[in-house]
């Protein structure tokens, strides 16, 4: 008897492997946050392509938006948005563009001088350039130049090419149509991003800044 109940109380196989419900829980946590930081890059990843509307719809303005200066110029980021706007202008060098960004604290210059100053650098007529350099961000880009419309600053019109880094295309459509109430006929020109840390810390940052904006930029 006394060796039936020692082989008893030894033998038990699976104890020790059960996690503690707050360990499950906790990652079950984890589990739905990748799910849904995947699910949330894939809509960035998924906006952030070319698209230029033919016919119709093809665009009448350009708005190329800001990004950081530095002491000596554009930085690369912007860079490679005026790059990639200068690559089409080159076929339609008739177009208006509207260059949206203020200054900051640490920018030498607003970054719609900046833009302007670059493009004339490489050809295009500074007459058909508008400046916005009012907004401090994406939100407010997108609303000022909304107001040059319908000012009568720049065209009246509802076929516009955005142009910026290909992580940020899809939270500009998001908001553009927000502000302007839809219908507006959006074509998309995407730069590539050139500067590997940045591209990281996009990778992770803009996910964060889609649900940011879809809750509170209104």
């Excluded at 946590?29 to 698209?51: C, D, K, P, Q, Y």
């Amino acid at each position: 008897m006394k060796l039936r109940q020692r082989k008893k109380n030894y033998y038990h196989p699976y104890e020790g492997r059960r996690k503690p419900l707050w360990l499950k829980i906790l990652l079950a946590l984890v589990l739905l946050a990748v799910v849904a930081f995947a699910v949330l890059e894939g809509i960035v990843l998924s906006g952030g392509r070319t698209r230029v509307a033919a016919g119709d719809g093809a665009p009448e303005v350009m708005v190329i938006f800001g990004c950081k200066v530095e002491p000596d110029g554009p930085s690369i980021l912007l860079r490679d948005r005026l790059d990639t706007a200068l690559g089409y202008l080159e076929a339609h060098p008739d177009m208006t563009v509207v260059v949206a960004g203020g200054q900051g604290s640490d920018e030498p210059v607003s970054e719609a001088q900046a833009m302007y100053d670059y493009l004339v650098e490489h050809g295009v007529d500074g007459a058909q350039i508008i400046r916005e350099d009012q907004s401090r961000n994406t939100w407010q880009n997108i609303n000022y130049t909304l107001e040059l419309f319908q000012s009568g600053e720049a065209a009246d019109t509802e076929r516009v090419l955005l142009v910026s880094s290909d992580f940020h295309l899809t939270r500009i459509q998001m908001l553009w149509n927000r502000a302007s109430g839809g219908g507006d006929t959006l074509s998309t020109l995407a730069a590539p991003v050139s500067h590997f840390p940045s591209r990281v810390q996009m990778f992770f940052r803009e996910p964060f800044a889609l649900v940011k904006s879809f809750l509170f930029d209104r």
